[in-house]
């Protein structure tokens, strides 16, 4: 049973600073580097990994969006084909956190509604007791857009991290 190998193309989306790049770069190279660049336009990354069923790899196409607002127009291109979103908000900034609903329309407006994962980054950051955005908060928007998951990642320490993409992969082979 099952199929024998399967290729996704993915994105990662959210506001400009909240940790993109690094939690792929994380993802990929498995360390934290300190220094990324902001991302211009987009740029985009292969990854192979292991699910159950699948028997041959899964490919991930991952699509690493710039966040900033004059990026807009040339992220509509970006969005077609993809099999999947990683939504990603900063734990310690409550704005990124606002600005999710437009990020899920312009990105419907395009490719209508797919897999995604719902990602508070920069749990390094934030003190259990005086979250800026209450983990309840986070997972009432997790039911309101459908997400697969809400999870919580440090692209700093690695945690969490690993775990978007398989949830993802396992969910987008789901559909097939
Ligand atoms: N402490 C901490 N810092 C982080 C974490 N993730 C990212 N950063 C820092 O946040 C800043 C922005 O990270 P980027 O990965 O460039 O953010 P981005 O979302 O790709 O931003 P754009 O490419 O401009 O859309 C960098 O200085 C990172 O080192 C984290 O989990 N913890
Ligand atoms: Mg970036």
Redesign the pocket.
Known sequence: MGIKSAFYKICIL??????????L?HYLEGR???N????IGSNFFVKHLKIPKVKNLVTLQIW?????DHYKWVRQAFYKGAKGIVV?FDLSRKETFKHLDSWIKEVENVIGVVPRILVG?????INPGERVIPKQECLTFKQKIKASSYEE?????GTGVEQIFYILALEMNKNY
């Not at 990324?36 to 991302?39: C, E, G, H, L, V």
């Not at 690493?64 to 900033?68: R, S, W």
């Open positions: 959210g506001d400009f600073g909240v940790g993109k790049s690094t939690l770069h934290f580097i300190s990324i660049q902001s991302t690493d969006l710039a966040g900033q990603v980054n920069k749990l390094d950051l990642t440090s692209a700093k320490l």
